[in-house]
Protein backbone atom coordinates (compact mmCIF):
# COMPACT_ATOMS: atom_id res chain seq x y z
CA UNK A 1 0.00 0.00 0.00
CA UNK A 2 1.15 3.38 -1.02
CA UNK A 3 2.30 5.59 2.39
CA UNK A 4 0.78 8.66 1.11
CA UNK A 5 -2.68 7.19 0.26
CA UNK A 6 -4.42 9.06 3.16
CA UNK A 7 -2.64 11.95 2.09
CA UNK A 8 -4.54 11.74 -1.06
CA UNK A 9 -7.66 11.51 0.68
CA UNK A 10 -6.39 14.18 3.02
CA UNK A 11 -5.86 17.10 -0.08
CA UNK A 12 -8.95 16.17 -0.94
CA UNK A 13 -11.17 16.91 2.04
CA UNK A 14 -9.26 20.19 2.49
CA UNK A 15 -9.93 21.57 -1.16
CA UNK A 16 -13.53 20.76 -0.33
CA UNK A 17 -13.90 22.71 3.17
CA UNK A 18 -11.95 25.16 1.75
CA UNK A 19 -14.16 25.84 -1.05
CA UNK A 20 -11.46 25.35 -3.71
CA UNK A 21 -13.63 24.95 -7.28
CA UNK A 22 -11.41 21.52 -8.11
CA UNK A 23 -8.23 19.52 -6.86
CA UNK A 24 -5.82 18.64 -9.56
CA UNK A 25 -2.98 16.36 -8.53
CA UNK A 26 -0.31 14.52 -10.14
CA UNK A 27 1.93 11.77 -8.60
CA UNK A 28 4.43 9.18 -10.18
CA UNK A 29 4.02 5.74 -9.96
CA UNK A 30 7.42 5.17 -8.94
CA UNK A 31 7.61 1.29 -9.48
CA UNK A 32 4.43 1.41 -7.05
CA UNK A 33 1.90 -1.08 -9.03
CA UNK A 34 -1.08 -0.11 -6.57
CA UNK A 35 -0.32 3.53 -7.12
CA UNK A 36 -2.56 3.46 -9.50
CA UNK A 37 -5.37 1.90 -8.05
CA UNK A 38 -5.22 4.23 -4.94
CA UNK A 39 -5.20 7.03 -7.17
CA UNK A 40 -8.34 5.59 -9.13
CA UNK A 41 -9.47 4.93 -5.84
CA UNK A 42 -9.02 8.71 -4.79
CA UNK A 43 -10.92 10.17 -7.78
CA UNK A 44 -13.83 8.37 -7.27
CA UNK A 45 -13.67 8.76 -3.49
CA UNK A 46 -17.32 10.72 -2.19
CA UNK A 47 -17.68 9.36 1.32
CA UNK A 48 -20.82 8.08 0.95
CA UNK A 49 -22.24 10.60 -1.19
CA UNK A 50 -21.11 13.69 0.90
CA UNK A 51 -18.14 14.69 -0.74
CA UNK A 52 -19.07 15.12 -4.09
CA UNK A 53 -16.17 17.15 -5.36
CA UNK A 54 -14.66 18.27 -8.69
CA UNK A 55 -11.33 16.39 -9.35
CA UNK A 56 -8.88 15.19 -11.82
CA UNK A 57 -6.29 12.23 -10.51
CA UNK A 58 -3.50 10.85 -11.74
CA UNK A 59 -0.59 8.73 -11.82
CA UNK A 60 2.62 9.21 -14.10
CA UNK A 61 3.54 5.77 -15.29
CA UNK A 62 6.67 5.21 -13.94
CA UNK A 63 6.80 8.81 -13.72
CA UNK A 64 6.53 12.19 -15.27
CA UNK A 65 9.57 12.26 -17.03
CA UNK A 66 8.54 9.43 -19.21
CA UNK A 67 6.15 11.85 -21.04
CA UNK A 68 9.17 13.33 -22.00
CA UNK A 69 9.75 10.63 -24.47
CA UNK A 70 6.49 10.20 -25.90
CA UNK A 71 7.41 13.03 -28.56
CA UNK A 72 10.87 12.43 -30.24
CA UNK A 73 10.07 15.43 -32.25
CA UNK A 74 9.87 17.52 -29.40
CA UNK A 75 12.51 16.72 -27.53
CA UNK A 76 14.86 16.76 -30.64
CA UNK A 77 13.43 20.66 -31.19
CA UNK A 78 14.16 21.45 -27.78
CA UNK A 79 17.95 19.86 -27.40
CA UNK A 80 19.11 20.84 -31.02
CA UNK A 81 20.15 17.00 -32.13
CA UNK A 82 17.72 14.26 -33.57
CA UNK A 83 16.41 11.57 -30.62
CA UNK A 84 14.75 8.44 -31.92
CA UNK A 85 11.11 7.13 -31.20
CA UNK A 86 10.90 5.80 -27.52
CA UNK A 87 8.34 3.70 -28.64
CA UNK A 88 6.54 2.97 -24.90
CA UNK A 89 8.16 5.43 -22.87
CA UNK A 90 5.81 3.79 -19.93
CA UNK A 91 8.07 1.09 -20.07
CA UNK A 92 11.47 2.89 -19.02
CA UNK A 93 12.24 1.70 -15.26
CA UNK A 94 13.98 4.96 -14.55
CA UNK A 95 13.21 7.89 -16.95
CA UNK A 96 14.52 10.41 -14.83
CA UNK A 97 17.73 8.82 -15.34
CA UNK A 98 17.11 8.23 -19.11
CA UNK A 99 16.18 11.37 -19.26
CA UNK A 100 19.11 13.12 -18.00
CA UNK A 101 21.63 10.66 -19.30
CA UNK A 102 20.25 11.14 -23.21
CA UNK A 103 20.48 15.13 -22.02
CA UNK A 104 24.09 15.18 -21.12
CA UNK A 105 25.21 13.00 -23.87
CA UNK A 106 23.30 15.93 -26.50
CA UNK A 107 24.00 19.10 -24.31
CA UNK A 108 26.57 18.31 -21.56
CA UNK A 109 23.97 19.32 -18.84
CA UNK A 110 21.51 17.71 -16.98
CA UNK A 111 17.63 18.09 -17.56
CA UNK A 112 16.30 21.29 -15.66
CA UNK A 113 13.05 22.50 -15.28
CA UNK A 114 13.70 25.14 -18.46
CA UNK A 115 14.11 21.65 -20.44
CA UNK A 116 10.93 20.33 -18.93
CA UNK A 117 8.87 23.63 -19.84
CA UNK A 118 10.35 24.07 -23.34
CA UNK A 119 9.34 20.23 -23.91
CA UNK A 120 5.80 20.87 -22.60
CA UNK A 121 5.12 23.55 -24.63
CA UNK A 122 6.47 22.02 -27.98
CA UNK A 123 5.12 18.29 -27.55
CA UNK A 124 1.56 17.24 -29.10
CA UNK A 125 -0.72 16.16 -26.78
CA UNK A 126 -2.51 13.62 -28.97
CA UNK A 127 1.33 12.23 -29.21
CA UNK A 128 1.42 12.20 -25.51
CA UNK A 129 -2.41 10.36 -25.54
CA UNK A 130 -1.10 7.81 -27.86
CA UNK A 131 2.62 6.88 -26.82
CA UNK A 132 1.64 7.16 -22.63
CA UNK A 133 -1.98 5.67 -22.41
CA UNK A 134 -2.02 4.05 -18.84
CA UNK A 135 -0.58 7.35 -17.11
CA UNK A 136 -1.38 10.55 -19.24
CA UNK A 137 -3.87 9.10 -20.93
CA UNK A 138 -6.15 8.37 -18.00
CA UNK A 139 -5.05 11.78 -16.41
CA UNK A 140 -5.71 13.73 -20.02
CA UNK A 141 -9.20 12.15 -19.34
CA UNK A 142 -10.16 12.67 -16.33
CA UNK A 143 -8.75 16.81 -17.21
CA UNK A 144 -11.44 16.97 -19.83
CA UNK A 145 -14.20 15.62 -17.41
CA UNK A 146 -13.45 18.10 -15.09
CA UNK A 147 -13.16 20.91 -17.43
CA UNK A 148 -16.60 19.95 -18.69
CA UNK A 149 -18.15 19.56 -15.65
CA UNK A 150 -16.48 23.11 -14.22
CA UNK A 151 -18.22 24.69 -17.21
CA UNK A 152 -21.17 22.90 -16.54
CA UNK A 153 -20.98 24.31 -12.73
CA UNK A 154 -20.47 28.55 -14.33
CA UNK A 155 -23.23 27.74 -16.38
CA UNK A 156 -26.03 26.37 -13.99
CA UNK A 157 -24.91 27.88 -10.66
CA UNK A 158 -27.55 25.70 -8.95
CA UNK A 159 -25.84 22.45 -9.98
CA UNK A 160 -23.24 23.83 -8.18
CA UNK A 161 -24.49 24.58 -5.33
CA UNK A 162 -26.35 21.44 -5.09
CA UNK A 163 -23.46 19.34 -5.88
CA UNK A 164 -21.49 21.59 -2.59
CA UNK A 165 -24.74 20.59 -0.46
Request: glycine share 6%.
Amino acid sequence: MWRNSGAVVGWLMYAYKNKFDAIVLLVDRDGEADREDEISEAQDYNDQGKLQFPRAMGAAVEAFDAWIFADEQALSKVLGVTIHTQPEPESIPNPKEHLNKLVKGATGKTADAKLYANVAHTIKVDRLKKQCPKGFGEFAHRLEQLKRQLQLNRETPDAATAQSA
